[in-house]
């Protein structure tokens, strides 16, 4: 289980539990497959919405600490760290559609961003850069990924680099070795145990799960873009264009708590092309 409580606070950059907050609610986070694709809307330096999903979902890795003014018991979270994890997921999930989509031009600005150079696929010798960004380059005549938080590691094209399909190869594999990295940094082993007949998994802290929910993503797909937020979603319908309901709406739909879960993506882009199509029709009338 994970616990959220009904308060949380920004102090600095901490974002923490407010003190004598009391537990509003607890879930199974394995069970809400769109903590991912949640957590990576938030843009870096977005406080607001950091508080929105730490409200929501709870802290990803809570730290508790004692403190003496005041005495208090207080769980927090590092605001540069939740901004970290969206930004690492997002990269993980535009490449993944990038490549899903075949955009080699998509895919070119996208591995640009991850260079140190203003060459779009390769930098040379980033080592020693302070920034933790995952990074792709070559250096010494090898192939690099890596990041100041996870490690470099090297690896070999075996193609010719002035073969005609060099360059698209070459883009291909640092996206995917960028996708395996980001993944395989951010995850910790999850574990799994039987009771009876029953397995359950074990796992440390919610960004444990965030991860493991991503590579459930990337591997099985497709993935697409809503056409309200922008944000990602695996499509189970091809006729799917915004964010389906969440898991939660399904759940009061089940209970008979609700008649039917919606999209609140569909929902506010509907709104939007009704408030529109009034406004047109009000200048028509006018003139």
């Known amino acids: 289980m994970w616990w959220v409580f009904r308060?949380?606070?920004?102090?600095?950059?901490?974002?923490?539990?407010?003190?004598?907050?009391?537990?509003?609610?607890?879930?199974?986070?394995?069970?809400?497959?769109?903590?991912?694709?949640?957590?990576?809307?938030?843009?870096?330096g977005d406080v607001k919405e950091a508080l929105r999903f730490v409200n929501e979902w709870g802290l990803l890795s809570p730290v508790g600490r004692k403190r003496e003014d005041p005495p208090e018991f207080a769980f927090e979270g590092s605001l540069d760290s939740i901004w970290g994890h969206a930004h690492n997921i997002r990269a993980a999930l535009d490449l993944r559609h990038a490549l899903q989509e075949n955009d080699s031009a998509r895919l070119s600005a996208l591995l640009e961003t991850y260079a140190l150079?203003?060459?779009?696929?390769?930098?040379?010798?980033?080592?020693?850069?302070?920034?933790?960004?995952?990074?792709?380059?070559?250096?010494?005549g090898e192939y690099w990924v890596g990041s100041a938080w996870a490690g470099f590691h090297s690896f070999d094209m075996q193609t010719d680099r002035d073969a005609?399909?060099?360059?698209?190869?070459?883009?291909?594999?640092?996206?995917?070795?960028?996708?395996?990295?980001?993944?395989?940094?951010?995850?910790?082993?999850?574990?799994?145990?039987?009771?009876?007949?029953?397995?359950?998994?074990?796992?440390?802290?919610?960004i444990d799960v965030v991860y493991w929910h991503l590579k459930t993503a990337v591997r099985n797909g497709p993935l697409q873009q809503c056409d309200e937020c922008g944000g990602f979603f695996v499509q189970t319908d091809r006729r799917m264009k915004f964010c389906p309901p969440s898991e939660r709406e399904v759940e009061q739909v089940k209970a008979g708590l609700q008649k039917r879960a919606q999209s609140k993506c569909a929902l506010r882009h509907r709104a939007r092309e009704w408030r529109e199509v009034r406004a047109r029709k009000g200048t028509t009338d006018a003139q």
Request: proline share 10%; with cysteine.
């Open 7 to 44: 308060r949380y606070e920004v102090v600095g950059q901490v974002i923490r539990a407010v003190p004598a907050a009391k537990l509003r609610s607890s879930y199974m986070p394995v069970a809400y497959p769109r903590l991912p694709f949640e957590l990576a809307k938030i843009q870096q």
């Open 117 to 140: 150079a203003a060459d779009p696929l390769i930098a040379s010798d980033p080592f020693g850069s302070p920034d933790p960004s995952v990074r792709c380059f070559e250096h010494d």
């Open 164 to 206: 005609p399909e060099a360059a698209e190869l070459l883009r291909h594999r640092l996206a995917t070795e960028l996708i395996g990295l980001i993944i395989s940094a951010g995850i910790k082993p999850i574990g799994h145990r039987m009771k009876g007949l029953e397995e359950f998994l074990t796992w440390r802290s919610l």
